[in-house]
């Protein structure tokens, strides 16, 4: 399944990159060749990455997933 639309990033290719220890959808993309464009599909990558390494990420109370500031400053930290 295509997850971004901008680069034709594919779930088995950012499973791939995950699973030789990246553990960043933003470093995923920049290991596939390009950064993400419009974004909107990091939370999905992300998502992926996290499956592949076991880990679980909950939203605190309140928090929406329409909040790019907040998911974009998590990204940025975990990289």
Known sequence: MYVCLCNGYRDQEIREI???GVR???EVYFTLGNGPC???CLDCAQGIVNEVHGETVTSPAGEHS???QGQQALL???E
């Open 66 to 68: 329409g909040d790019t």
């Open 24 to 26: 960043c959808a933003r």
């Open 18 to 20: 995950a699973e030789s």
């Open 76 to 78: 940025m930290a975990a």
């Open 38 to 40: 419009c974004g909107t």
